[in-house]
């Protein structure tokens, strides 16, 4: 971790370690704020509605799946022929 931190500063992203230390640091405290945030959400919404199944998860997965924007450059998805044999389309 050090080294990665020394890499930052090498690099330009932070003046000092003691720097990117800090802002590791606050970045893990945001972010643990924000899973408490969720779960006392969730422990909010399943005491009135009831437990989330395993379903209803899984629809939630696919819904988001099936919104989602793909931002990785290259290629578009391979389409598989009627033969069987695949083609990639460039982009």
Do not use: C
Not at 53 to 77: C, F, L, M, N
Request: proline content about 1%; glycine content about 6%; overall charge positive.
């Amino acid at each position: 971790m050090l080294d990665a931190g020394r890499k930052a500063v090498a690099s330009g992203r932070a003046d000092n370690l003691s720097e990117w230390v800090n802002r590791a640091l606050q970045s893990q405290v945001d972010h643990d704020r924000r899973l408490l945030a969720l779960e006392e959400f969730l422990q909010a919404y399943e005491a009135e509605q009831g437990l989330i199944s395993p379903d209803e998860i899984q629809a939630a997965e696919r819904r988001a799946r099936d919104r989602a924007i793909v931002v990785r450059g290259g290629t578009k998805r391979t389409k598989i022929s009627s033969t069987g044999s695949s083609s990639r389309a460039r982009q």
